[in-house]
């Protein structure tokens, strides 16, 4: 077999094993996609088209500045960043609207990286996407009750301890009458 066989082998592969990645995340609720050199996604999951608001065909070909121009640049950028170094950036936080929910800040938490071929090469850029905005806004609603609990507690211990400030002046009072304590302190 030759080297060019093997080169082009692995090119099949590779492609054959993205379809089967991509299958296997269909349905899933992790959202899923392929990004050619151009940064045009080649491949995407249900999930993903549906968190975007853009269906399958109409994504396919374009890229992810042409159908989210809020998150475009920054998705572009973290994208020719695993072309050029050929190593994943985990984890990152994404912040923007989309055509789902025009209007509505929406965040996600992604991971890219390089999907190889047989031989190494990258083939293209893999995204794994979450949605956690329903997790931020529910942070945001306990953080906001936690600084009320707090406030309260503030002022409870406040009365609290201007109560017990109260009862030593009266103890004191009725120990200068000459009268026993009325509270145990």
């Known amino acids: 077999m030759s080297v060019e066989s093997v080169g082009t082998m692995g090119v099949a592969d590779a ?3 993205l379809r089967e990645v991509i299958t296997c995340f269909m349905g899933s609720p992790v959202g899923v996609a392929f990004h050619d050199r151009t940064h045009r996604i080649t491949h995407i999951n ?4 549906a968190i975007n608001g853009v269906p399958i065909e109409a994504t396919i070909g374009r890229t992810v500045k042409d159908i989210l121009p809020s998150v475009g640049p920054r998705v572009e950028a973290l994208l020719e960043q695993v072309w050029r170094t050929g190593r994943p950036v985990e984890n990152t936080e994404i912040v923007g609207e989309t055509p789902a929910e025009p209007g509505a800040t ?4 992604c991971t890219y990286f390089p999907y ?3 031989d ?3 083939d293209s850029v893999g995204a794994i996407v979450l949605e956690v905005t329903e997790n931020r806004r529910a942070a945001r609603i306990l953080a906001k009750e936690k600084r009320a609990l707090e406030e309260a507690n503030r002022i409870m211990m406040g009365r609290e301890n201007r109560i017990l400030e109260l009862k030593q002046e009266v103890n ?8 026993p304590a009325r509270y145990t302190i």
């Open 120 to 122: 190494q090469q990258i």
């Open 15 to 17: 492609d054959q094993r």
């Open 106 to 109: 929406r965040y996600w938490t």
């Open 172 to 179: 004191a009072l009725l120990k200068e009458l000459g009268r």
């Open 46 to 49: 249900d999930t993903l088209a």
């Open 116 to 118: 190889r071929r047989v």
